[in-house]
């Protein structure tokens, strides 16, 4: 069996993409309306659902006088991949995730402004093709900022890869899957620049690291701008039906 | 612009899911033609040039089509356009260089890969040459070039669809520059839809018309299509149909079938064998015997085996076919049929009925036992068809070890993978007389291979006259199952046969050796200084303190007289506390070859140093391996160092490696080396150095023996070659001095040290060297032939192995030790590279050696294991070192694990066949008497090597015709070959004399002599109807004075000198 060619001689990927461009996004908030906020996001063919609900009223067990506690929990649909899985709730891959999820989310979330209670972020994974994480965390900012909790900033996640010495930007599944390709996640805070996120799989030389990491925060700064088009789309939305 | 593709698809579990990708569309790809004005294919250019890929020669690498490409009267100038299949099948022809502007579409490239991975590469590689204008189109994501599959449309159609929509897209694109995009196809359907659509397409034959200076090229074209009746006998039944992929794979699954790779037995083209997985997790041999059931599976080609019922199964050793045409024995079937049931076999007077009948008494004792008897009746029933009387077939979950059916054998039902290549040839003599007539027009003819075990190919030829006398280069297209030899054809002329270049060639390129000199790209990666190159403490890190400075330390290499590649160099001194400094310092070859570089690449491809006995053919660059790398004298040079402190007893008390710069006092050869230790008079530090490496070499050499190692023979030697010509004028042993055991041991020591430190580096991905401990019935054939001697070979471990081999000595013969260290060389496993991950650390162990962890790291300049090796070891001692997924890449590893391996066997084998080739220039006119010894017992022959020579050839005891019986019987118990009257009997280790000849012309009747082998003839023993007569021998012995005398006149040396048998390690 040969291994695939992750990148051509030519420079295209196996989507038809160069090494330095994103997936097609698409993306909307305030998509459910029992939740205080919600958004719908699509990155290629990663599509997830996430639902905020809070700040309200803490379960005793995680109330905190000064802040608000965030709790985050992360579903996958059975039919997300296109072998068909349940997973269970206690999966740690998924808890993973969700953790990541809320640590990145801790650091930009002003949960002082919050005491004594508890922001829930429910995230939905509904189709799967790679840059799980990178999706949930964009699809939650859009979300939270729907919810209008107040945040330091917007945080935007792209993942970024390395192929045949080439830094390569936003993953799909089957690069992802090959073991030898480094996976490298980054959460920026785009306007201080601030990382509030760094997760990588398998193995990547330090020398290299620099580049990759530059090339995965300029897709965040595409990310924020899309991020930002449908913050104001679903404002003017709100303005449009108010007036 | 954004399409899904969606596909189904069977996961390796069996279920079957549907995949959904994204297959992006683009406008910005260009369309390759160099001075194309479209804004898209501008910006494309300067892009690539923004991004520093300048014009290479004239050429531009994002847009290499000419503006000037070849023009014919019919299209005009024009490119061409060839479909997937005309790659697969013509690719030979499209690899010459004459052929260039060539487009390539990803369409086509795609498929290639599902086809073949071996064609894709070779594409891939014309592509990477510029020089040769190719272009890869990417249609499949080009806005306007991409098709969806229509609801009726199969895949394929959806393929050609889209080469035609490129083809015209193209050609509109193309519109002002006045070129024509040219489809080359040859599936007549697309032809027509082609024309149909105004798309200019054409088939190969009418591309291939254009080059009219290049005749040859319709001669390289692979007859596919051929439904060449002619050479079908009217009683060739034809071969059996294979099973269907899905059969065989259920049929593995369900343990029916077995699968393996197909070796043919060296002496017996007509005997197969696979190494199969039992369901019992055992590996077993397997024979397929004859045409018939090997169905048309060729030499390594991954086959499915159904085994025989056991009453066909053989039970006597091989048999040596001789060199024979295969036509004129009447029927391949009848062969192997005579194959197996061999006088020798004990019970060969019962029939057929009964063994059926003595089966059936078995069967109802199973019966009677009662057990599953009543199911096992009932699929005789079954599966019994077709081979009715003889019995059912066995599946692979019954075959016990112990069994005394004899081996198991089977026959071929399915091919699961083809591994053909392209076969050197020449064409079959017998057939030359017929076709001398033969006008311009072509002509089938049969091409037998240089390679023994290949069968014969009918190629279609124009140039047979050109041809006869010659070796060329032919590929095997196609076997269908009506024809009995496969159909192929011809690819290139390599020169007259008998010639030495030629035959060189041909041994090269049999042995899959890369032997074309260094392209340009690779050239580009060596030091811009050149041979200017000198050490600058700056920039090899001297100053900074990554590179030790150990230039003032008296460093000496020792090494074969006329050596250029110096490796290694050596030093030692005393330490205050009693105690030694020994270092060993290996050219530092990683600094000049960083990984990636075009001449990494070449040098992971050639992977290792091929030396012949007139020519080496280099891994690396000249400039670096005799040269920069080199460790001569007097120069300062890089290297990678490992240095001991070693005490008293010569045990390691501790071990550190630096990179450093070194300054050699003194390149020596062994004689100077030994000749410095021996002379007393010499008292300079150099040469106490020696000394006392040669004295903490010993006690080295000691533990190692006292731990089990081993030391096996085997026969080399040497030519003195005559200067202008290069013939060998004279065969010479290889000798052995106590230095050349000295830098071994350094370097064995060193290679162990090492591997621990990668190891303990990089647990997963180390390359390390095993050699696997060989199964014990590897001795069976030697341990029964030592019983009448009386010698006993303790095979437990390998420390029994050498202590009963150092016993294992005859007063009556001297060289019987040797003989048997030779003969239990071959019982070995071979030793081979691993990636650490892919092994449990107990399978680490090095048999030979006796340690339990091995790997290369002396000889980086000859080895690419050591580059790799080097550069583990870097990483392990330096935390700065840049590295990437080279080396921790356990599948990448592994990869390179396999070509290492390959290309290390296929290179002993090469410098064995190049000296065979010099043996038989050698003894090329003479006729010589020499005294050997039977190494080797087939059905019809014995082996014999001639220490002398170090040659080995098979003495035949069936004359050729089938019809008068041997002379010499083959004897199951003494495992010897009796003559009826049971006076006289050949058996192993016995000492003959025989006559050796080689037949001077090359172009013959004879098969044999246009393979050119030695032949043997037995002197002594004298058993009449085998050895040579004596008249003719006293004839012969009264010729060989005459040309003696000839020779003498030519002031050649015709005695031969020095006969040291050599003693080696197998590292």
Redesign the interface.
């Known amino acids: 069996m ?2 695939q ?1 992750l990148l ?3 420079g ?1 990927r ?4 160069r090494a330095n461009e994103l ?2 996004i698409s993306c909307r908030a305030s998509v459910l309306n029992s939740a205080d906020g919600s958004s719908y996001y699509e990155q ?2 990663t599509k997830v659902l996430v639902a905020v609900y809070g700040p309200r009223e803490p379960r005793t067990k995680s109330l905190t006088h000064d802040h608000a506690t965030i709790n985050v929990e992360f579903n996958v649909a059975p039919f997300s991949t ?2 068909r899985r349940k997973r269970s709730k206690g999966d740690k891959r998924l808890l993973e995730v969700a953790s990541f999820v809320k640590q990145t989310f801790e650091g930009a979330v002003q949960t002082a402004v919050y005491p004594r209670s508890q922001i829930d972020i429910y995230i939905h994974l509904l189709q799967h ?1 790679g840059g799980t994480l990178e999706t949930c965390i964009n699809a939650a900012t859009l979300a939270l900022v729907d919810a209008g909790i107040s945040m330091v900033d917007y945080v935007c996640a792209c993942t970024a890869g390395f192929i045949d ?1 080439t830094p390569v930007l936003d993953l ?1 599944f ?1 690069e992802e899957s090959s ?2 390709t480094p996976d490298l996640t980054v959460a920026v805070l785009p306007r201080s620049g601030n990382i509030a996120l760094l997760q990588m799989e398998s ?1 990547l ?1 330090s ?2 690291l620099e580049d990759v990491l530059e090339l995965a925060t300029e897709g965040c700064k595409h990310i924020h701008k899309k991020l930002d088009d449908a913050v104001l789309a679903a404002a003017s939305e709100l303005a449009k039906k108010l007036s | 612009m954004l399409r899904n593709k969606s596909f189904v698809k069977r996961t390796r579990k069996g279920n079957i899911v549907r995949t959904v990708k994204e297959h992006y569309l683009r406008d910005d790809i260009a369309c390759g033609y160099e001075s194309c004005k479209h804004p898209v294919c501008l910006s494309a250019r300067s892009e690539a040039e923004e991004q520093g890929k300048t014009l290479v020669g004239d050429v531009h690498p994002a847009a290499p089509l000419s503006a000037s490409p070849r023009n014919s009267t019919q299209w005009g100038p024009h490119y061409l356009v060839p479909d997937t299949n005309a790659f697969v099948n013509q690719i030979d022809i499209l690899e010459r260089p004459i052929i260039n502007n060539v487009v390539v579409l990803s369409t086509v490239l795609d498929e290639l890969r599902g086809l073949s991975m071996v064609v894709y590469n070779r594409v891939r590689a014309i592509v990477r040459d510029h020089e040769r204008r190719w272009f890869v189109f990417s249609n499949e994501h080009h806005r306007e070039t991409f098709v969806d599959r229509a609801a009726d449309e199969s895949p394929n159609d959806r393929n050609d669809r889209a080469i035609r929509i490129a083809v015209k897209w193209l050609g509109k694109h193309l519109e002002g520059s006045n070129i024509r995009p040219v489809m080359v196809t040859n599936d007549e359907d697309n032809l027509r839809k082609a024309i149909a659509d105004g798309v200019t397409a054409c088939r190969m034959e009418e591309c291939l018309g254009v080059y009219t200076e290049c005749p040859e090229l319709l001669d390289m074209m692979g007859s596919v299509n051929i439904t060449d009746r002619s050479g079908t006998d009217p009683n060739w039944e034809g071969y059996a149909e294979y099973l269907s992929p899905v059969q065989i794979q259920a049929g593995i699954k369900a343990s029916i079938l077995v699968q393996g790779t197909l070796q043919i037995a060296p002496y017996n083209y007509l005997e197969g064998s696979i190494f199969a997985a039992f369901p019992d997790g055992k590996e077993r041999r397997v024979l397929v015997i004859g045409r018939k059931d090997m169905n048309r599976a060729i030499q390594g080609d991954r086959i499915a085996v159904q085994i025989l019922p056991r009453s066909q199964w053989r039970k006597a050793p091989s048999a040596a076919l001789v060199d024979e045409d295969e036509d004129a024995v009447p029927d391949a079937k009848a062969e192997a049929e005579a194959t197996q049931a061999a006088p020798s076999v004990p019970d060969t007077d019962k029939t057929n009925e009964g063994r059926a009948r003595k089966r059936a008494r078995v069967a109802g004792e199973k019966l009677a036992n009662g057990g599953s008897a009543a199911t096992e009746t009932a699929e005789v029933k079954e599966d019994g068809e077709g081979h009715e009387e003889l019995g059912e077939f066995v599946k692979p979950a019954d075959i016990e070890d112990d069994s005394q059916d004899g081996e198991p054998t089977g026959r071929v039902v399915g091919v699961i993978r083809r591994n053909w290549r392209s076969y050197c040839a020449f064409l079959d003599p017998n057939f030359a007389h017929k076709g001398a007539k033969a006008s311009s027009a072509p002509v089938s003819v049969s091409v037998l291979a240089m390679d023994r075990r290949i069968p014969k190919i009918k190629i279609r030829t124009r140039q047979v006259d050109v041809l006869s006398g010659q070796r060329f280069v032919v590929a095997i297209d196609s076997w269908p199952k009506e024809s009995r030899y496969p159909h192929g054809h011809f690819v290139r002329a390599l020169g007259d046969a008998g010639d030495k270049a030629t035959e060189t060639e041909v041994l090269l390129l049999e042995h899959d050796v890369p032997f074309q000199p260094f392209t340009k790209n690779v050239r580009a990666d060596l030091p811009p200084e050149g041979d200017k190159w000198l050490l600058d403490v700056d920039r090899d890190q001297v100053t900074s303190g990554k590179r030790r400075d150990l230039r003032h330390i008296d460093i000496c290499s020792i090494d074969p007289p006329g050596c250029t590649d110096i490796d290694d160099a050596l030093h030692a001194f005393r330490l205050p506390n009693g105690n030694f400094q020994v270092g060993v310092h290996i050219a530092d070859v990683t600094n000049f070859v960083k990984p990636n570089t075009a001449m990494d690449k070449e040098a992971a491809h050639r992977s290792t140093t091929v030396y012949l006995v007139d020519r080496r053919i280099d891994m690396l660059p000249e400039l670096l391996g005799t040269n920069l790398c080199s460790l001569m004298s007097n120069v300062d040079r890089l290297a990678f160092s490992c240095i001991w402190e070693l005490d008293q007893d010569a045990t390691i008390v501790n071990v550190t490696f630096h990179k450093s710069v070194i300054h050699s006092k003194a390149s020596l050869t062994y004689e100077e080396a030994q000749n410095r230790i021996d002379d007393p008079s010499l008292n300079d530090s150099i040469t106490n150095n020696i000394r006392d490496l040669n004295m903490l070499a010993k006690k080295l050499r000691k533990r190692r023996i006292d731990a089990g190692a081993l030391t096996l023979s085997s026969p080399e030697v040497r030519f003195r070659l005559e200067n202008d010509s290069q013939d060998p004028v004279d065969v010479e042993m290889k000798a052995l001095k106590e230095t050349n055991a000295l830098v071994e041991e350094f370097m064995l020591l060193a290679n162990t040290s090492v591997a621990a430190k990668i190891y303990e580096y990089f647990p997963d991905s180390a390359m390390l060297r095993r050699h696997p401990e060989p199964p014990a019935q590897n001795f069976d054939n030697l341990q029964h032939a030592l019983k009448p001697l009386d010698i006993q070979l303790e095979t437990g471990s390998s420390l029994a192995l050498a202590q009963s081999l150092d016993r294992a000595v005859l007063a009556s013969d001297p060289y019987f030790n040797n003989l048997l260290r030779i003969l239990t060389t071959r019982c070995m496993m071979q030793a081979q590279y691993f990636c650490s991950g892919s092994c449990t650390p107990e399978e680490f162990r090095h048999y030979g050696l006796a340690t339990g962890i091995y790997t290369h790291f002396t000889s980086p300049i000859r080895r690419y294991a050591d580059v790799m090796v080097h550069r583990l070891l870097h990483a392990s001692i330096d935390r700065d070192a840049v590295y990437g997924s080279e080396l921790t890449d356990k599948i990448k590893m592994n990869e390179q694990c396999d070509v290492l391996n390959h290309r290390h066997r296929m290179a002993q084998q090469a410098s064995r066949s190049s000296v065979e080739l010099y043996t038989n220039l050698f003894f090329k006119g003479k006729t010589v008497e020499e005294t050997g010894y039977v190494t080797q017992i087939l059905q019809n022959g014995f082996g014999v090597l001639i220490p002398s020579y170090g040659i080995e050839g098979v003495v035949y005891t069936a004359a050729k015709d089938a019809a008068t019986p041997s002379v010499l019987e083959y004897d199951q118990d003494s495992h010897a070959l009796v003559s009826p009257d049971k006076k006289s009997e050949i058996r192993l280790f016995r000492r003959v004399r025989v006559i050796l000849q080689v037949d001077d012309k090359p172009v013959s009747a004879n098969v044999s002599s246009m393979r050119r082998k030695l032949s043997l003839r037995l002197i002594e023993p004298m058993i009449v109807g085998l050895s040579i007569e004596v008249e003719e021998l006293n004839a012969l012995r009264a010729a060989k004075k005459t040309k003696a005398a000839n020779a003498d006149d030519d002031g050649k040396i015709v005695e031969l000198v020095a006969k040291h048998p050599e003693q080696i390690q197998t590292i």
């Open positions: 040969s291994r060619e051509s001689p030519e295209l196996v989507d038809g993409r997936r097609r290629g063919n296109s072998e093709d010495e799909n089957v073991i030898e193995r030389h020398s290299k």
